[in-house]
Each structure stands twice: as C-alpha cells, then as structure tokens.
C-alpha cells in the first residue's frame, strides 16, 4: 500500500533504439600465438571479463597512442 501522496514523474528514460550505441567496428580474422591467447584468457578469468574484449583494448590504446604522435 502507498504511504502518503503520489506524485507522477515524467518519464526520462530513453526510447530502446537510443540505448544501443552505434559500433564503429571492422570485423577480421587475425592469427595470434597460443602463449598469447593463453595469457589473456588467463587474464580475462581472473578479471571477469573477455578475452577477446581485452586485445581489442590493447589494440585500440596501441593505436590511440600513435594516431596522437
């Protein structure tokens, strides 16, 4: 049971297709040694995370720091 008045709010959340960023993403094929995938599927364990979402990290600040220079 409501407690005191009720007062409605108006409604500030976005609409569903707003909550879905645009990827600016290129999907390839890449080869990469086994004692490397080993070490971030490791990583990505102990982190709760993906591996895969861990090289893309890597990559992107690789990228990020040379596009500056």
């Keep these: 049971m409501p407690v005191g ?7 500030v959340l976005p609409s569903p297709d707003k909550l879905v960023a645009p990827k600016d993403e290129i999907k390839i094929t890449l080869a990469l040694s ?11 364990r102990r982190n709760h995370s ?6 893309k990290e890597v990559v992107d ?6 596009i500056g220079h």
Aim: without cysteine; aromatic residues 16%.
């Design 34 to 44: 086994r004692r490397s995938i080993e070490f971030f599927k490791a990583q990505a």
């Design 50 to 55: 993906k591996y895969q979402r861990m090289i």
């Design 61 to 66: 600040r690789y990228a990020t720091h040379y």
């Design 5 to 11: 008045r009720l007062t409605p709010i108006k409604d």
